[in-house]
């Protein structure tokens, strides 16, 4: 029997006690386990975006791009976290959206790999990955196809000589499923194909080894573990020996070689760097800047320490209080095999997620009947753990979810 | 002899005095006349965007995306600025950096129509206007190529069947040069080609007609005249006849017609909204919603008097009182033919731009000899411009501008 006080045992021994102590502390006495879709925010965020604001915009104006680093902030910020990416420094960088910095590597690596002609993906793979698969390959035609599979399983029948990316994100959405990174990749590399990973649902809540375990594209959301803030800015991330092969896909003066010379012609940026696109939002940025100082300040096996503390706590948790009152865990067992958040079942899934918000636990729903926890190692405390599930177990037990007032099926 | 007591008698009848009230007061006494680019800050930005932090991402965290109007805020900025467009209210959204935005939509209105395979654009285009249309063509391959012209002279010989997409900068970056869009789009369409326009150098300095003169793609910054902050996001525009004939280039989940319905397989979003990718920033959306409500406030015809009035008061005091001292206006001399900024030349422009700084007026400076001053109808006043050509006056009468201090040469 897992107690309180054992949570606040491992609280004590926490590494990453003094990052969580710069997060800011919310209004209401709120644990928010929706870290999966939008993390918390570092305490000093307004006080750097208020001096952005005075100090850059309303005084500096345009001269910003010269007094402040805002034009290094998106290889600075990629600094910062490359540790926990496992790859090079200058290996990644901030820009764009998600959605649009996948459609720029997935474009870019279906080029280098011309002329294979077929992207394979999950069907069940995060919505935004298979939309920018399926309109690459309407936009460039010529053959060029999507093969989707089922899950893991279904990937050595998959590959063929045709295949010029796979596609993947390392964590479902959903179940958490985490796929064996350096092992698919080998599956992937021994038919030729290059390996693309969506990390947003891994990183920033577990560290992990791109360049070691052989991926060759990856990006990932500022928002969720990284705490980016809503929105933020999204990482993207080229294998050194891909990075001089072409031009990026989206030619924009930020990854030109020069970016203020103003030459009438294209020529691309050093390295990963070519695809920076567009001026970046400044104010996105700086926001951003606040949490990257954290990552920082990280070493990837706290992370891991931290991520697998929390997870199997939690696990263990569900199945000690609330096992008995129909939930039931549905990520995977093996903690190797989970990704940043836990997925369980339960029958009245949607209102229950209703009553736990009423009841100062932030998750979020999935229908059928699913409801994720999302586990930030920087943010969320053992003891945090500890009361979500006391509270899931009262909602459960007294059964106040049955009530009319919470009917309403959160988004 | 116009004289100062002139521009505040000009000043007492500026129909855009109230708005002009609503911009922070920077700590110094500066006249900034870089609105070309990077704007004003409106007061209340830091208000705003303090609440979205501890109301929205502190508090709120992912219930933002249903508690506030964070989903919707891409299509309401858009509403606000339609009409200074001349465009209707559907027909615009706000996405993306402008590169971004240039890539999405040329890409769009080259495949629309295949199989022509040229883009016209300008050798002197914006460079980043030309970079995005060459990455693209490098992409597409398959015969696709740019020709490039050296001005409005040069587009008739340039035009045939070949041409998919004429792609201009309404106003040359340097010159202010700006382009008779109703002419320029019947030459254009005469010969079965699309109209693409940049109009980063005049949203919201100028008041445009892009239906009625029949632009078919239009795309525009957020951070120039527009006052929404530095790598504000960026607005595109695709004519209502053109918005249903295919799917986005980058098709994101923002641009599904569903966007949480999390559905497998991707379907656009009805008209110009598919073109959102993924998740906006939305520190920048509202940022930006600051000044987009002080666009709805005004009236095209009084945006369009205010900056009349202010470009000929610039060309007229810069002849007057800086004419026998070296300066020489570049831009047009027909004020139709003028986009947001006015140029001048002058022997020693770069010092003479850096001096202009130390005596409190921001301009920008291009090499080889010409300085931008760029003349924001919403934040700017008769009096400023009085104040900013004295200033010049008084550095190029004393020569201060020789002084060693102001050798070095402005970015």
Redesign the interface.
Known sequence: MITLSDCLELDARDPLRDVRARF?T???DTV?L?GN??G??PAD??ER??A???D????A??????HFD?LEKPWLLGESLAHLLGVGARDVVFS?????NL?KLL?YGW?LQSPRRVIVTE??NF??D???A???A???G?GAQLRLIDGPDDLPAALDGDVAVVYLSHADYRSGYRWDMAATNRLIHGCGALAMWDLSHVAGAIAVELERDGADLAVG?G?KYLCG??????WLYVHPRLQHRD????????G?EDV?A?????APLDGVRRHL?????????V?LSAAADLWKSIRPEDLNWKHRSLSTLMVALLEQRCGALGVKVTSPADYDRRGGHIAFSHPGAGSVSEALLAHGV?G?F?KPDSIRFGLSPMALSHAQIWTAVDRLAQVLQTEVWREPRFAHV??
């Open positions: 800011a919310p209004a209401e928010y929706d879709s939008l918390a925010m965020v307004p975006v208020n952005l604001l005075l850059g915009w309303r005084d104006r345009r001269r910003g791009w010269s805002w764009d959206s998600t959605s649009v459609f474009a080029k069907r069940e919505p935004t298979v939309y920018v399926e309109g690459l309407r936009f460039v010529d959301c928002y803030g809503p929105g933020a800015p999204s031009w990026p896909v989206i030619a924009g003066w930020m030109h203020f103003f030459a009438q012609r294209y696109a567009g001026s970046p939002s400044i104010l996105a940025n926001a932030v979020s999935r959160s988004v």
